[in-house]
């Protein structure tokens, strides 16, 4: 047991929540701790004007607590914009699991994270995020309702990652529309960066289109897997920022948009399904938007996986997500369209699209 406590004018020093950069007015934050199982995690919840807090949980070995509450803080934010650009009656809420996902994940912790889901009563509701799968949704589903993405045979919509890479590839072909003229991708050259259960789905896609398609990603068999059964490139070179593509689709984790790449990145086009790409929104943005780059928002365009597991609570079926996934392609043209008009970068103009259905939501509710 730790004998030595912080005082309270050094914690007043360090503000360690509030005074994060990424906090946003959250409404709170759960840190969930349990000794037998190893469970450390926390659990963002932003805003729930619109409805309880839909978000998937990740597990991810983190550097420092510092970094998994940063990242939680940034995700649970995105949440809330993403069900609300998307006409969803959620707000915004996640959750991160700090540890290995490959060796520290057991069922017991699973278990013992959804006993800490269940305590919100509903204001959260959890999903499958990196690290998870749906069987471990099925496994938190065991000890509380509030848990959305679990099997088909269970009565869940089952793995999102299908239909949020169709959503991706329906903003990336509006954002083609957008600079190129056509929303043809035939001959394209697209870099996907991060060929999980999403990016891969999302090479499939565009090979199928006639794309010619670079693939990148930290694990090599993972690399050679998908090349061969996709017939797509191999990135080889030191600079993948620097890539002679058309489009470049992060796939993985964010902020890969920052200080160090976003003057190197020559692809006309960026669009993927990686949350938080703009590592600083209101610098890297305007940056993008100067240099002539159309940036398809994150969280507007790999909203198909929150629409997909929406339809276990809003009882609609796999064709209805499926349609409300593909008009992802009308609203991204619509939000460049409201960009241009109002002087804003495409990421700030569907942020204001978004609070707009939020502020009127509030006032809706303060009068009844």
Request: glycine fraction near 10%; hydrophobic fraction near 40%.
């Amino acid at each position: 047991m730790t004998t030595e406590i912080t005082s309270v004018k050094e914690l007043q020093k360090m503000d360690p929540v509030f005074g994060q950069l990424s906090f946003d007015n959250h409404e709170q934050i759960v840190f969930c701790n349990d000794k037998d199982t190893g469970l450390k995690a926390i659990i963002g919840i932003h805003n729930t004007v619109l409805g309880p807090a839909l978000g998937g949980t990740r597990m991810w070995k983190y550097n420092n607590e510092w970094e998994a509450l940063n990242d939680v803080l940034r995700l649970s934010r995105g949440m809330t914009y993403k069900s609300a650009i998307s006409g969803l009656d959620l707000g915004g809420g996640k959750a991160v699991i700090i540890g290995d996902a490959k060796t520290e994940k057991t069922p017991e912790l699973m278990k013992k994270f959804g006993e800490f889901v269940h305590s919100l009563s509903g204001k959260y509701i959890t999903a499958e995020d990196v690290g998870m799968v749906t069987a471990d949704m099925d496994t938190v589903r065991s000890v509380t309702p509030h848990v959305t993405g679990i099997s088909e045979s269970l009565g869940g919509s089952g793995n999102p990652s299908p239909v949020t890479a169709y959503g991706v590839y329906m903003g990336m072909k509006a954002a083609a529309k957008y600079q190129f003229g056509s929303d043809n991708l035939e001959g394209k050259k697209i870099l996907v960066q991060g060929i999980g259960h999403v990016g891969e789905t999302l090479v499939e896609h565009l090979t199928k289109e006639g794309a010619l398609v670079q693939i990148a990603d930290i694990n090599e068999s993972r690399l050679e897997e998908v090349s061969k059964k996709y017939g797509a490139t191999i990135f080889r070179d030191d600079d993948l920022y620097s890539a002679e593509v058309d489009i470049y689709a992060p796939c993985a984790l964010g902020a890969t948009i920052n200080d160090d790449t976003v003057y190197k990145i020559k692809a006309k086009v960026i669009a993927g399904a990686a949350n938080n790409q703009l590592a600083d929104e209101n610098v890297h943005g305007p940056i993008l938007q100067e240099r002539g780059i159309v940036y398809a928002p994150d969280f507007l365009i790999n909203a198909g996986g929150i629409i997909n597991v929406y339809a276990e609570i809003a009882h609609y079926d796999k064709a209805e997500a499926l349609r409300r996934t593909q008009n992802i392609y009308n609203t991204t043209l619509e939000i460049f369209d409201y960009a241009v008009k109002n002087k804003l970068t495409t990421q700030k103009a569907a942020m204001a699209i978004a609070q707009n259905r939020i502020d009127q939501r509030k006032k809706e509710n303060a009068n009844r």
